[in-house]
């Protein structure tokens, strides 16, 4: 089929995640705040007119008819709806505000973003006073936490970014008979992928069984907090100086899951619940430029990250977590994992759609990928501005699960580093979490440092 009436087609890792996203919010969440108030209607012109160069913020998502092939990419024009202003005028209420918008997600065929904009905001953290606090929410399906912290500094830079056309996409009708005239040439090419994915398992397989390749994550323990939000929805942010977590023995990432490992361990001794042995934290990983086998959005992979709780001493259990961190990021570069996701690519859309939808997301598993899920995503140098004023920090928010009731963000721009946390009231007490990581926090600062 020519590219070119192709190029705006959804890959199937990312239609997936687009149809998932119905069954199972999976909204992001990128919080920036700002050095000063602005004004709101002056603002949303200047953010709409901006997001007009920004070539992810001028499409929306047009689906196949009865998914004779993947969903398209097809331009839109961002528009006043799409930015919402809030007069929340506190730092806590903010966070409220915006946890609370995790139940309104965006309809990805309408817009797969929305802007919520708080302009004068006090008690904001390193504000030298009032600040203005910027939430960009985005689809997964079209970003993960690189490419949409990306279109994010694209829209808060000071200079806007070279203007992209999205590529053009075919008519519906079109689509369709597009895709059920490769459906035979789909099944071919699955089949002839399917068997090298088989090679490249067997391959690491036996890496794995002579010890060339770390072992496979096994499915950890439930506990208290593997279970799915009920109350209300809460998000606490800790701010501290990148120094805090950096400049140690092990990265900002490990450090962070290392405070985490403390914190998770003193809840759950706090309200009386046994501490697995196999406390372990889902971590997004992203696939390296170089690595990639496939054009999707997506491209990331989750590491079951074992947090050691048996290690008393933190330094030695910071080291062991990035030795953990480390091995599970060199079993995801096998090619083995690349060559399933270009066998996924060639799979017939009504196939995965089909997938989605049979799959069960209500049944209790035996057992879970990991206690917590922490999503670890710098956002570069601190230099982006809103109604002239300079970034303070930003944050992040991983959607819980039904799994999953309590994730961790740990995110940073310029000399700043948050760290997150999403949970329900019904699951952990949050502000009670909050001052647990904190302690959490100057314990490992003081063992690393």
């Known amino acids: 089929m020519p590219p070119r009436l192709t190029r705006a087609r959804l890959t199937a890792i990312d239609a997936r995640m687009f149809w998932l996203s119905r069954r199972l919010p999976s909204d992001q969440f990128l919080l920036f705040a700002f050095d000063g108030a602005v004004d709101g209607r002056s603002a949303v012109r200047s953010l709409l007119a901006r997001a007009e160069t920004v070539a992810d913020l001028c499409v929306r998502i047009r689906e196949t008819p009865a998914a004779l092939d993947y969903p398209y990419w097809v331009p839109r024009s961002p528009s006043p709806d799409l930015v919402r202003v809030d007069d ?23 817009s797969p973003w929305r802007l919520h904009l708080f302009p004068a905001v006090t008690g904001v953290p390193g504000a030298s006073g009032v600040a203005a606090v910027a939430v960009l929410q985005v689809a997964h399906a079209l970003a993960d936490g690189t490419r949409a912290s990306a279109t994010a500094r694209a829209l808060f830079a000071v200079d806007p970014p070279p203007p992209v056309r999205p590529p053009a996409a075919p008519t519906a009708v079109l689509a369709a008979a597009l895709g059920l005239a490769e459906v035979p040439v789909r099944v071919v090419r699955t089949a002839r992928r399917a068997r090298d994915a088989a090679a490249a398992d067997r391959d690491r397989r036996e890496a794995t069984a002579s010890g060339r390749l770390p072992a496979p994550p096994v499915g950890r323990t439930p506990c208290v907090l593997s279970r799915p939000a009920s109350g209300d ?12 977590l950096a400049g140690g023995p092990v990265s900002v990432t490990a450090a962070a899951l290392t405070a985490i490992s403390v914190a998770l361990t003193d809840h759950l001794e706090a309200v009386g619940s046994e501490v697995p042995s196999d406390l372990g934290a889902e ?13 999707a959005r997506n491209a990331f992979h989750v590491a079951g990250v074992d947090l050691h709780p048996e290690v008393d001493d933190l330094a030695r259990r910071a080291a062991a977590i990035a030795d953990s961190l480390r091995e599970r990021r060199r079993r995801l570069d096998h090619p083995a994992f690349g060559a399933g996701d ?13 997938d989605v939808a049979r799959a069960d997301l209500a049944s209790t598993p035996a057992t879970v990928g990991g206690h917590t899920v922490v999503s670890s995503v710098h956002r570069g140098p601190a230099d ?9 920090m930003t944050a992040g928010f991983p959607a819980l699960s039904p799994t999953v009731g309590l994730t961790h963000g740990v995110h940073g721009i310029g000399d700043t580093v948050t760290l997150s946390v999403t949970t329900s009231s019904g699951v952990v007490d949050p502000d009670a979490y909050a001052t647990r990581l904190r302690h959490a926090v100057e314990r490992v600062v003081e063992c690393l440092q």
């Open 88 to 110: 929340c005028p506190d730092w806590q209420g903010c966070l409220d505000r915006v946890a609370a918008s995790t139940a309104d997600q965006v309809d990805a065929t309408v």
């Open 233 to 244: 929805l809460a998000m606490r942010c800790l701010v501290l100086p990148t120094t805090a």
């Open 283 to 295: 971590v997004t990983v992203g696939i390296a430029p170089a690595s990639r086998t496939t054009e």
């Open 342 to 354: 270009r066998a996924t690519e060639a799979v017939p859309a009504a196939v995965i759609r089909g």
């Open 384 to 392: 982006l501005v809103l109604g002239g004023h300079r970034v303070l």
